[in-house]
């Protein structure tokens, strides 16, 4: 049965170590447990304007979207951090975290799917 496409693509962590698959699902966990929760906040920041904090946001972001490849959105997370340090363009930093964050959302449920990693989202204190 061929493989359904998917959001990430996991190349870049093979290119930094091909033998160690825990490597990879620590990886993918760290993944798991920060960005789904900070893709939520840059929204939230995002409609606050609180610019600053949408920078910042981004900014950590942007590594982990490179790691995993996350192509669809690689380029719009580069806008925003960019726009919101600028304090530019602040409709458009809105459009595009919700964006993101919708994005983050699937290729998290990907990974977890794909990995068999539970983690349950506690939305009361807002962490894994």
Known sequence: MP???RLYNLERLYEID???????????????????????DLV??????????VYFLAH???AN?????????REDI??????????????Q????????????QQCAKELQEDFAINLHFDPEHNHY
């Open 60 to 62: 950590k972001m942007k």
């Open 93 to 104: 930093i809105i459009d595009k975290a919700k964006f993101v964050n919708v994005t983050i």
């Open 44 to 53: 939230i920041a995002a409609d606050e304007k609180k610019w600053e904090k």
């Open 3 to 5: 493989r359904r496409s």
């Open 78 to 91: 580069r806008i925003i951090e960019r726009n919101a340090k600028a304090k530019i363009h602040q409709e």
């Open 65 to 73: 979207i490179d790691l995993l490849n996350i192509k669809t959105i």
């Open 18 to 40: 091909n033998t160690n698959k825990e490597f990879i699902r620590e990886i993918i966990s760290a993944f798991l447990k920060s960005v789904p929760m900070n893709a939520g």
